[in-house]
């Protein structure tokens, strides 16, 4: 049974930094590229960010462009999303999410990804 773990949310001032960390049991999740989705209250889930299997290839959205990095340590089996320069707007439930495709290159569609964490909730106060 895979499972997907999040952490490292919390409530951050504007122009803060805060970094989420991706985990996964049952799965080796150095094989598989990992994306980040975030959900603000009555709005759909949204792509954020994505890392392909080996971490030579990044996607982000253009609203985290420039502020946000995604990055992975393989031997931790580990995800990390370093948010800088945090705005209100980025106040969201993030998810984590691993890729259906053995080493795939990662994806903006979240029907690309099948295991989903339960989330972190971001706050950020202006």
């Known amino acids: 049974q895979v499972q997907v773990v999040e952490s490292g949310g919390g409530l951050v001032q504007a122009g803060g930094s805060l970094r989420l960390s991706c985990a996964a049991s049952?799965?080796?999740?150095?094989?598989?590229?990992v994306g980040w989705f975030r959900q603000a209250p009555g709005k759909e889930r949204e792509f954020v960010t994505a890392?392909?299997?080996?971490?030579?290839?990044?996607y982000y959205a253009d609203s985290v462009k420039g502020r946000f990095t995604i990055s992975r340590d393989n031997a931790k089996n580990t995800v990390y999303l370093q948010m800088n320069g945090l705005k209100a707007e980025d106040t969201a439930v993030y998810y984590c999410?691993?890729?259906?495709?053995?080493?795939?290159?990662?994806?903006?569609?979240?029907?690309?990804?099948?295991?989903w964490g339960q989330g972190t909730q971001v706050t950020v106060s202006s």
């Open positions: 890392i392909n299997w080996s971490g030579g290839s990044t």
């Open positions: 049952g799965r080796t999740l150095s094989h598989y590229a």
């Open positions: 999410a691993t890729s259906r495709r053995y080493t795939g290159a990662g994806s903006q569609r979240d029907r690309e990804y099948d295991y």
